[in-house]
C-alpha cells in the first residue's frame, strides 16, 4: 500500500508512481495524459473496496453465545481478545464498497498535538540546549486577551516559537521530544489526507448512502396524496438511506477484514486506483490475523452502555439526580484491621453496629440501643451485612488487598478524609443495560421483506439476543474505585471482587467470586432488562465499565454527595489493657488536625466518654465541692470552663487560661479543682520518677471523631 504518496501531488511525485511497475500496468495512458497536466492534483473523493470473512455461524441466526465463545475481556485491556490462535471465518469472503470526501483534518489534528506538547515543556526538560528562544508570556491574560483577535495571534506567536525550537531538538537522544520534533517538520513539509471508511457500518446494515428524490406524487390522485404525505411524515429524515437487498446482513461487525481496492478521485474526475501489495499495517486495535485483520465484535448502530446510580432509598430504580435525597449511597463500611471487624454506618455517617471477626453483629461502642440487623432500614444494608457475617475475616483481607490498589487522582482534594484506621467504602446502587439510539436494524433481503408483508416479520436474526462480555472495574487503574460487587437481579449472595482470578487459590470461597476473563461474570445483550449491581466502592475515586465493544464508561459521585457523611464518621478500636494513674486517664495519642480522640468505657450498662477537650457537668462540681455553685460559676467568670448549655461545659487547657487569677475560692481550691477536671479528660502521662498514688488497669475503646467545629 503507497501509504507515503504525496496528495495533493506534483509532477515529481507522479513521475515516481509512473515508474511504479503496478501502476504502470492498468493507468499507463492516464498518468501520461496527467503528467501533461499542469494544474495540480487535487484528490477530492476516496473510494474504497473490502472484503470481510465474517466468524463462522452455528445457526443461520446468532445465538447468545457467538462472541462470549470466541472473544474474551482480559484485566490489563479494554478490548476483546480472542480465546484461540485459530479462530474459524467463513471461506467466502462478502465484498462492500463505499465512498467519502478526503481531509485534512488528521494531519491539522496531530499539529495542533504537538504543539501543545512542545509549547508546554519545562526548562529541565530542555537542558544542555544551549540559548533557548524567547518564550512568548502569556500567563498574564485578561479578558481581552481571549477575543478571537488575540487568540489568533497567540496561535502564531506559539507556532513562530516552536518553529525555532524544533531545530534545537535534533540534538536529543531518542525520545518523545525527538519525535515530536520530527513529526513537526514531516507534517509541515508535506500535504496529507486521510479519511476514514465512510459508510461501512451502513453497508453492514445492507443500507447505502445516496441521494434520494422526495417523497411526493404531485401527479396523483388525492386519496393518493393523501397516502404519500402519511409515508413522507413516517419516513422523515431517514430517507438518506437505500436499502441493498444483495448485501449480507452483519449487525455485529466481526471477522476477519481485507483491503481489495482503493481509488482517489480528483475534483475533474480523474482518478487513481491503488491495489495494496504485501502486509497493511495494523493497529493494536485490528491485529494482523490469518493474511488479513481481525474486526473485533462491534455494533454498526449507534450505541451505548448505560451505566447509571440508583438512589439508595427508592425501590423503584430511580436515578440520583441533583436532589440529595436521590443519593445512590446506601451506607458506609469501614475495616478495622486492629480489631478485626467492620464497622457499619448508615447513609449519613452514623454508627450502626459492627461485624466481628467471628460474623456476628455487635452494637457499636457507645451506643446505647442494640440495633438488630432487620430494624435497618436500608434493605441493601442488611443485605450486605448479611453477607459479610459469612466469611468477615477474608472479607477485611480482601478489601486491604483491593484498597491497596486505589489510589484517586483527586485525592488531594480530599486530605479531610484521610482517616487513621482505613479508607471508608461506601455502598452504592447502579443500573447497567446496552441501548440503541434507533429501532434494531433488520434484513433489507427481498425474501425478507416478503415475509415482513406478508406476516409483519420484524427479522434482526437474533443479532439483540448476542451477549457481550462487561468488567465492571479496572483495578489496573490507580483512579478506579471498585473493591466489587452483588447483582440484585437474580438476588443471590456471591461477592464478584474486581481482582483477577485466583485460580484455584486456598483464599478462594463459594462466596466470593474473583474475575475470570473466561467466564465473565457479567454479560448483557440489547434485549435484555437493566441489571442491577449494590456495588462497594472508594468514593473519591471513579468507576470504570469496560466492554470492548465500545470506549469506557467512567462514572463518578459528587463529593457533596458523601462529605458531609464522612466527616460525621467516628472510629473506635478496642484498647487494653492501660495502666493509668488512679482516677486520671493518662494517654500519649497523636495529634491529628481536625480529629479529636476519645475514651469510651462500660461499667455493668452505662456507657461513659471522656474527651481529649474534656467536659464537665455542673452537678459533678456541686457533688464535690460544698460551695459547688459558687466554685463553677467562678470557674465559668475566669474562663477554666467554656459553657455549652446551663448545665455542661467545656475544660479549658491550662495555655488558654488566664495566666492569673483574683479568684479566692479558684485559689484555695486550685489542687482538688485540677484533680477534678484531670478526671474528666484525657491528659498526658507523666514521665518523670514521681511514683506518687496508686495506678489501675483500665480497658475500653479509643474514639476518632471530627472536632465540634469541623462537624458544624
Given at each position: ?92 469472503g462478502r465484498v462492500f464498497t463505499g465512498s467519502t470526501l478526503l481531509s485534512p483534518h488528521a494531519k491539522l489534528k496531530l499539529l495542533d498535538s504537538i504543539k501543545n506538547f512542545l509549547w508546554n515543556l519545562k526548562n529541565e526538560d530542555l537542558q544542555n540546549l544551549g540559548e533557548l528562544p524567547v518564550k512568548p508570556d502569556h500567563s498574564r491574560d485578561t479578558v481581552e486577551d481571549y477575543s478571537p483577535t ?563
Amino acid at each position: 500500500m503507497y501509504s507515503d504518496s504525496d496528495f495533493p501531488i506534483n509532477n515529481q511525485t507522479l513521475q515516481q508512481l509512473v515508474r511504479d511497475e503496478a501502476v504502470q500496468q492498468f493507468y499507463n495512458t492516464e498518468m501520461a495524459n496527467y503528467l501533461k497536466w499542469n494544474q495540480p492534483w487535487n484528490p477530492l473523493v476516496f473510494e474504497w473496496e473490502v472484503e470481510i470473512f465474517p466468524f463462522v455461524k452455528q445457526n443461520p441466526s446468532f445465538s447468545e453465545s457467538d462472541v462470549l465463545n470466541r472473544f474474551q475481556l482480559n484485566i490489563t485491556s479494554p478490548d476483546l481478545k480472542l480465546k484461540s490462535n485459530h479462530p474459524d471465518f467463513t471461506e467466502g469472503g462478502r465484498v462492500f464498497t463505499g465512498s467519502t470526501l478526503l481531509s485534512p483534518h488528521a494531519k491539522l489534528k496531530l499539529l495542533d498535538s504537538i504543539k501543545n506538547f512542545l509549547w508546554n515543556l519545562k526548562n529541565e526538560d530542555l537542558q544542555n540546549l544551549g540559548e533557548l528562544p524567547v518564550k512568548p508570556d502569556h500567563s498574564r491574560d485578561t479578558v481581552e486577551d481571549y477575543s478571537p483577535t488575540a487568540l489568533a495571534i497567540k496561535e502564531t506567536e506559539k507556532v513562530a516559537y516552536i518553529n525555532e525550537l524544533v531545530p534545537l531538538l535534533v540534538s536529543f537522544k531518542e525520545g518523545p521530544i525527538k519525535n515530536a520534533a520530527a513529526h513537526w517538520n514531516t507534517l509541515n513539509e508535506g500535504h496529507y489526507l486521510s479519511q476514514s471508511l465512510g459508510g461501512f457500518n451502513a453497508a453492514t446494515l445492507m443500507h447505502k448512502q445516496t441521494l434520494q428524490l422526495p417523497i411526493d406524487d404531485p401527479l396523483g390522485f388525492k386519496e393518493d396524496q393523501l397516502f404519500n404525505q402519511q409515508v413522507k411524515k413516517w419516513v422523515g429524515l431517514e430517507n438518506k438511506w437505500a436499502p441493498e437487498p444483495l448485501n449480507p446482513f452483519l449487525p455485529i461487525r466481526s471477522g476477519k477484514i481485507k483491503l481489495l481496492n482503493l481509488r482517489l478521485i480528483d475534483s475533474f474526475g480523474r482518478h487513481v486506483t491503488i491495489k495494496p501489495k504485501g502486509k497493511l499495517a495494523h493497529s493494536h486495535a485490528f491485529p494482523q490475523v490469518l493474511g488479513g485483520a481481525l474486526l473485533p465484535p462491534r455494533l454498526p448502530q449507534a450505541s451505548r452502555l448505560n451505566l447509571r446510580w440508583l438512589s439508595a432509598n427508592h425501590d423503584a430504580d430511580l436515578e440520583m439526580n441533583s436532589h440529595p435525597a436521590s443519593s445512590p449511597i446506601c451506607g458506609w463500611l469501614l475495616p478495622n484491621n486492629l480489631d478485626g471487624n467492620i464497622m457499619v454506618y448508615n447513609q449519613a455517617g452514623f454508627l450502626l453496629g459492627l461485624i466481628h471477626d467471628s460474623g456476628a453483629w455487635l452494637p457499636g461502642p457507645g451506643n446505647e440501643i442494640h440495633l438488630d440487623i432487620e430494624e435497618i432500614q436500608n434493605k441493601h444494608v442488611r443485605k450486605v451485612i448479611k453477607s459479610l457475617q459469612k466469611d468477615s475475616r477474608h472479607f477485611i483481607g480482601l478489601f486491604d488487598q483491593t484498597l491497596e490498589k486505589i489510589d484517586p487522582e483527586s485525592f488531594s482534594q480530599h486530605l479531610d478524609l484521610a482517616l487513621l484506621m482505613s479508607r471508608p467504602i461506601a455502598i452504592v446502587r447502579a443500573s447497567l443495560n446496552l441501548e440503541l439510539k434507533r429501532r434494531t436494524a433488520v434484513t433489507q433481503s427481498w425474501d425478507r421483506l416478503t415475509r415482513k408483508v406478508q406476516n409483519d416479520d420484524y427479522d434482526t436474526e437474533s443479532f439483540d439476543t448476542v451477549k457481550f462480555p462487561v468488567r465492571l472495574g479496572e483495578p489496573g487503574q490507580f483512579n478506579d474505585g471498585v473493591l466489587g460487587y452483588w447483582k440484585e437481579e437474580p438476588d443471590e449472595d456471591i461477592f464478584y471482587s474486581s481482582l483477577l482470578s485466583k485460580y484455584g487459590s486456598p483464599k478462594e470461597n463459594t462466596y466470593i467470586n474473583y474475575y475470570n476473563p473466561a467466564k465473565p461474570s457479567i454479560s448483557i445483550s440489547i434485549q435484555d432488562a437493566p441489571q442491577t449491581f449494590t456495588m462497594l466502592i472508594d468514593p473519591r475515586a471513579k468507576v470504570h465499565l469496560v466492554s470492548g465493544i465500545l470506549p469506557v464508561k467512567v462514572i463518578e459521585i459528587p463529593p457533596d454527595q458523601y462529605r458531609l457523611a464522612l466527616s460525621r464518621m467516628d472510629i473506635t478500636f478496642f484498647t487494653a489493657p492501660l495502666l493509668s494513674p488512679s482516677g486520671t486517664l493518662a494517654l500519649n495519642l497523636p495529634v491529628e488536625a481536625g480529629y479529636e480522640w476519645s475514651w469510651i468505657s462500660k461499667k455493668e450498662a452505662t456507657w461513659s466518654e471522656i474527651s481529649q477537650s474534656g467536659t464537665i457537668d455542673k452537678h459533678k462540681v456541686e457533688a464535690t465541692f460544698q460551695n459547688g455553685l459558687a466554685i463553677w460559676n467562678e470557674l465559668i467568670a475566669n474562663k477554666w470552663l467554656d459553657p455549652i448549655d446551663g448545665f455542661t461545659a467545656r475544660i479549658v487547657q491550662k495555655d488558654e487560661r488566664k495566666k492569673e487569677t483574683k479568684s479566692k475560692i479558684l485559689s484555695l481550691e486550685k489542687d482538688r479543682i485540677e484533680q477534678l477536671l484531670n478526671k474528666c479528660k484525657i491528659v498526658a502521662p507523666d514521665t518523670s520518677a514521681t511514683f506518687r498514688g496508686n495506678s489501675e488497669i483500665n480497658e475500653g475503646w479509643l474514639k476518632l471523631s471530627h472536632t465540634e467545629k469541623s462537624k458544624k
